[in-house]
């Protein structure tokens, strides 16, 4: 609508008015106004086109200067002037997403994609700025679109795997994760993605097998390590998880859950050292205090003290370290109160 100029109207009204003095007729009020009536709205309509496209010009020399705020009035006024301007409500939606207003940005977007629904870029962008703000099914359902219009995408792809994810839609994640690895077989996300929902599904050797995948494609990452360590401990391959653990450790020190798989896998592996679990715990709590899990298992490693105590008659100490565990427990559920089992063992060894 906006690509066309006003020469064609003007050359309309043109030849009406040389078709009136050529035939020399007298038209009536009446006629004249009803053929020069829909002219002059063109004429008008033209005229807010042309100020739309001015103000869509000065918005882009104020976002170039960074005048964020000038520049989104500036547009808004050009969308008074042609409300389907899909350029102009585009534009709004990459200035509000530079400034991280990400909601304003998807609504920007959204409207630009309904106007233009070849828009590859709207789709795209709508997508992005929905799953930064976790609206997941907004931002799947405009990925899958950009997906349609992009076939061999792969940040489309793998965006809307990722959503479909969070969604709980495995199946679907599964799909656009396999498109996404086809698309770009050399980068490793994409396995990382399907060890993940292959881990929400069970499969648990299909989860080690992507894990590994995405390893020997981006070496070592702390956080696949520690993905792929927590995969063999549902294998029961604890001594394989221990190894991957200290060295995901050792190259980020900063990961909680590493420690707190760590701590699980050293209370499997070294009942006769209980002291490495309740360190590794105790790192993990350190790195996130709010880390229900840590507690729970820092209180079995306590209760496990205290029983080994009891066995060898040292009442007091077995009773001090049944203390500990319980004292965990309870700042466990109060953490994540739904948890039934753990609730039910602290009612045990309390009656004792």
């Known amino acids: 609508m906006l690509e066309r100029t006003g020469f064609s109207r003007l050359l309309l009204l043109a030849f009406l008015f040389a078709g009136m003095l050529l035939s020399g007729c007298q038209e009536e009020t009446t006629k004249t106004e009803a053929i020069m009536e829909p002219v002059a709205d063109n004429i008008a309509f033209e005229k807010d086109e042309s100020e739309a496209v001015r103000l869509y010009v000065d918005a882009?020399?104020?976002?170039?200067?960074?005048?964020?705020?000038?520049?989104?009035?500036?547009?808004?006024?050009a969308i008074k002037y042609a409300p389907d301007f899909s350029l102009a409500h585009s534009f709004k939606g990459d200035i509000y997403q530079v400034s991280q207003r990400y909601e304003q940005s998807a609504d920007a977007y959204e409207q630009a994609a309904q106007i233009d629904p070849w828009s590859f870029k709207d789709f795209f962008n709508l997508g992005k700025v929905s799953q930064i703000i976790e609206q997941f099914k907004r931002a799947a359902n405009a990925y899958e679109n950009a997906c349609q219009l992009e076939p061999d995408h792969y940040d489309a792809h793998f965006g809307a795997a990722k959503c479909y994810y969070e969604l709980q839609d495995f199946d679907a994640a599964f799909d656009y994760s396999q498109r996404a690895k086809e698309i770009a077989p050399d980068?490793?996300?994409?396995?990382?993605?399907?060890?993940?929902i292959y881990e929400e599904r069970g499969d648990h050797t299909a989860a080690i097998d992507s894990y590994r995948r995405a390893l020997e494609i981006e070496g070592n990452s702390p956080r696949t390590m520690v993905s792929l360590a927590v995969a063999y401990t549902k294998t029961r391959r604890f001594a394989a998880a221990e190894e991957l653990l200290v060295s995901a450790i050792a190259l980020d020190p900063s990961e909680n859950i590493?420690?707190?798989?760590?701590?699980?896998?050293?209370?499997?592996?070294?009942?006769?050292?209980?002291?490495l679990a309740i360190d590794s715990y105790t790192k993990a709590i350190e790195l996130n205090e709010k880390d229900h899990v840590a507690y729970k298992g820092l209180g079995v490693v306590y209760m496990l003290?205290?029983?080994?105590?009891?066995?060898?008659?040292?009442?007091?100490?077995?009773?001090?370290?049944?203390?500990?565990?319980?004292?965990?427990?309870?700042?466990?559920?109060q953490i994540n109160p739904d948890q039934p089992e753990l609730r039910n063992l602290m009612s045990r060894y309390n009656k004792h």
Do not use: C
Not at 258 to 275: E, N, P, R, T
């Open 60 to 77: 882009i020399m104020l976002n170039d200067i960074q005048k964020w705020d000038q520049a989104i009035r500036t547009l808004n006024d």
């Open 187 to 196: 980068l490793s996300d994409p396995d990382v993605l399907l060890g993940d």
């Open 258 to 275: 590493a420690f707190q798989y760590l701590g699980f896998v050293q209370l499997q592996l070294h009942k006769d050292d209980l002291g």
């Open 305 to 333: 003290k205290s029983l080994n105590e009891e066995k060898q008659g040292n009442t007091e100490a077995g009773e001090a370290y049944k203390a500990e565990a319980l004292a965990n427990w309870d700042i466990s559920l």
